[in-house]
């Protein structure tokens, strides 16, 4: 089975740092392409960042400089590097994954950005 779970959201001021993880199984993730999208409250879901099969990547612009993402083969493990938060990157935030036709998303986890 296709599970994705993510975890590494709290609470941070602005400025400070997060680092997301989401920990695939049931696919290899270095093999797909993936990204991290985002909710807020009120607010329609976003692509944040993502990285491609081959390891390009693409960033919205209101995180471009302040996060990255990136994979780990060995842990099988997505992460999104959040650094220079503000507090409009308060959000729900979710992996995702295309697999043989099918979106798999990760249950979320929440960063809130204080100012």
């Known amino acids: 089975q296709v599970q994705l779970m993510e975890s590494g959201g709290g609470s941070v001021q602005a400025g400070g740092s997060l680092r997301l993880s989401c920990a695939a199984s049931?696919?290899?993730?270095?093999?797909?392409?993936m990204g991290w999208y985002r909710q807020a409250p009120g607010k329609q879901r976003e692509l944040v960042a993502r990285?491609?099969?081959?390891?390009?990547?693409n960033y919205a612009d209101a995180v471009k400089g302040r996060f990255t993402i990136s994979r780990d083969n060995a842990k099988n493990t997505l992460y999104l590097q959040m650094n220079s938060l503000k507090p409009e990157d308060t959000a729900v935030y979710s992996c995702n994954t295309k697999y043989y036709a099918n979106d798999y998303w990760g249950q979320g986890t929440q960063v809130t950005v204080s100012s």
């Open positions: 990285i491609g099969s081959f390891g390009s990547t």
């Open positions: 049931g696919i290899i993730v270095n093999t797909l392409a």
